[in-house]
Structure formats: structure tokens, C-alpha cells
């Protein structure tokens, strides 16, 4: 069966690394899944990537960071996640469109319902079945994020506090908006209990 699955959160939530270790329990059960993620996903979306986390590119307006984050959205969408769904696929997407909902929408201050419509017209309206949201105390995913010198550090880990504070803020908030879809995962648990957590979940929505 298809279905779509989106990992949120903060910056150093783990998300990532649990996606890659709960794709390899989904894979080991015959589970026929895409792996993709946000920004980028297909070569020209991974373009606008470069472009959006550039380090160098602090003088970037964010209603430009929205619109380019929507636009590599767009291309993702109509080159890898579409086709996938309509075979079949199970995919697991690393960020999707809650992001630029708490990035720009909230931390930019641009507004939540300003960048969903902006992407509603990008998407066609296509929302995720399943959007885990990966909850962490800011502080502690910058510490992980120090920590970890393997990691990509893009220019948003270089936001202050405060900033990381209100992406926090502003997913709660999206999450009780779309109530449906959204799981609340405690990120600050061990990575076993979170890998655990994530897989029962999703194993919960495909019987």
C-alpha cells in the first residue's frame, strides 16, 4: 500500500537518523520504501538546496528562502513523490511542507496560513498520511548537533536560540491545526525507545 510519511522537527532531533534505521526494519519485512528528503530529493531540487542552506547566503529575504523552499518542493513532488505513490511505494520523507510552515511561517514571522498557501499551490494540496513530529528542546538539538562533527551545518543551524525556540513553538501549533495526520514523538528518549516508538507507529497505519 502507498503512503506518505513525513519526519519533522527541529535541528539536531535525530529524525534522520531514525528514518535511516526504521527504513532498514521496514526493508528486512519486505516493505517496498522510498527514502527522500527535503530540500532536494531529485537533482534540480538538490540545486535549490544548495542555494536555500548556503552558509554564504545570509542575505537571503525569507519570503525568497519560502518561495525557493516551495519551488524544490514542486520539482520533488512531480519527479519522485507522486510517481512513487501511484506505485505503490511506501516513502519516508525527511522534512516536507510542515517545515517551511514553522521555519518561515513562524520563525521568519511571514505567517503560518501565508506559507501554506503559498504551498498549496506548489503541492496541489498534497499532504502527508503520516507526519511524525520529532519534539527536543532547542538547546539539547544544538548541543547534538555540536556534538556530532560529521554533520552538515547549514546556515539555519546557525540561527540564534530564539529562533529555534519559535520553530519549536510553531510546530506544536501545527500539530494541533492538523491532528489527523500528526504524531508527537519524544525525541529526548534513547534512540532505541524513539526507533521503536517510530516503527509501532508506522507499522500501526499499515494494517
Known amino acids: 500500500m ?6 519533522e522537527g527541529g535541528e539536531g532531533c535525530g ?3 531514525v528514518l535511516r534505521l526504521v527504513n532498514e526494519k521496514l526493508l528486512s519485512e519486505g516493505y517496498q520504501t522510498v527514502v527522500t528528503r527535503e530540500p532536494g530529493g531529485t537533482p534540480i531540487a538538490e540545486q535549490i538546496r544548495n542555494v536555500i542552506l548556503d552558509k554564504n547566503n545570509t542575505a537571503m529575504d525569507s519570503r525568497t528562502e519560502a518561495l525557493l523552499y516551495a519551488a524544490s518542493r514542486r520539482q520533488h513532488l512531480v519527479e519522485k513523490i507522486w510517481p512513487a505513490l501511484k506505485e505503490g ?3 519516508l520523507c525527511d522534512r516536507y511542507l510542515d517545515s517551511s510552515l514553522a521555519y518561515q511561517g513562524g520563525a521568519r514571522g511571514l505567517g503560518i496560513d501565508n506559507v501554506l498557501n503559498v504551498n498549496r499551490f506548489a503541492t496541489e494540496d498534497t499532504y502527508p498520511d503520516l507526519t511524525l513530529l520529532f519534539d527536543l528542546e532547542p538547546e539539547l538539538g544544538l548541543q547534538r548537533i555540536a556534538a556530532n562533527a560529521s554533520r552538515e551545518v547549514n546556515r539555519l543551524d546557525l540561527e ?3 529562533f529555534h525556540a519559535e520553530v519549536r513553538q510553531t510546530f506544536k501549533k501545527i500539530a494541533e491545526r492538523f491532528p ?3 504524531v508527537i514523538i519524544d525525541a529526548s528518549k534513547s534512540l532505541e525507545e524513539v526507533v521503536e516508538n517510530v516503527y509501532q507507529t508506522i507499522k500501526s ?3
Not at 502507498?2 to 519526519?7: A, D, Q, V
Open 2 to 7: 502507498s503512503l506518505f510519511i513525513t519526519f
Open 160 to 162: 540564534k536560540l530564539e
Open 180 to 182: 489527523d495526520r500528526f
Open 205 to 207: 497505519r499499515l494494517k
Open 15 to 17: 529524525k534522520s537518523t
Open 89 to 91: 511505494k511506501l516513502i
